[in-house]
């Protein structure tokens, strides 16, 4: 049997369970799905990888996902490893299988690449909530993120592959459905618009879930849906990223610190037991401890209760990167701070 280790994103655990479907009559055969969000999350996809080795010496191991994608070069170069794929390879995993050992790496340009994964999954291993991919890659660019260049550009799945992998989940029992995507609230032709259609066609589902959403891309749409719909899960995670609008800007959010309270207000005004979770970068270049009490007051403000804090964390290639650092000692204090505000969530 297949073993898949899943580093990373709800992304990469849906894909992951697509690839143990696809190679589950193939044994001894481990493959690695990175993460590329930060320099530290790639370096414990090597220490991963190293580990592995040492508990299978005998296996095949595979290097795929967001990390393969940006530095193939840095695991090819490990001679624990047999093969890195990237993204756009990631899909078509079968046919490479037979490649010669000699060729140790197949990493196309993902910006080239305009699909998806067709494959339609049967079920999540081990857990009690299914993921649903709704979205690939993302057209922003964040200043502090690399994924993009992982991901490439925005791309939707068809709304009636959505709803054929939703049915497939509930009819093997799955009760929690998550909606999750790069850039989920920028599915095309509208986000708030497939939620409709899905419970529409599917009545019956008894909890529908969302990954995290971009606060800028929530429309009036989408609440009056929070409002009808008993069956969306009242707890909504936004990508806030900082409570301070001057750091806001550099980080080239599209949200301000008002927008975020403005629109848990909305929510809680159809669905006052609404809860809200968000993601925190704390000590982001420039960032004053002022610019950082701004966002405690925003946690504090608009009633967020989970939050998912991460220390800024220089990821080379990005402009966040060239910009003046914050000490790292004062970022991790900072995310110590924070996340007394509220229960720390790591998913």
Known sequence: MVEVVTLGCR?????SEVLKEKLSEIDNLIIINTCAVTSEAERQCRQTIRKL????????IIVTGCAA????????CMKEVDLVLGNKEKTEIEKYLSLPTTEK???GNIFDYNGYDQYVITGFEGRHKAFVQIQQGCNHRCTYCIVPYARGSNRSVPETKIITQIK?????????ICLTGVDACSYQPSFSKLVKHILEQIPFLPSLQFGSLDPAAIDDEFIELVHKYKNIHPHF??????????????????HTREDVINLCQKIRYVRPEATFGSDFICGFPTETDEQFQNTVKLVREAGISKLH????????????ALMPQVPVEIRKERARILRKEGEVVDD
């Open 11 to 15: 992304i990469n655990s849906y894909e």
């Open 53 to 60: 080795r040492r508990e299978h010496p005998n296996a095949r």
């Open 69 to 76: 994608q940006i530095a193939p070069q840095k695991f090819s």
């Open 105 to 107: 790496t197949v990493v």
């Open 168 to 176: 497939q989940l509930l009819a093997q029992n799955f009760k929690e």
């Open 237 to 254: 995670h936004f990508s806030t990223q900082s409570g301070d609008n001057m750091i806001l800007k550099r980080m080239k959010r599209r």
């Open 309 to 320: 804090v991460f220390p800024y964390s220089e990821r080379p290639g990005t402009p966040a």
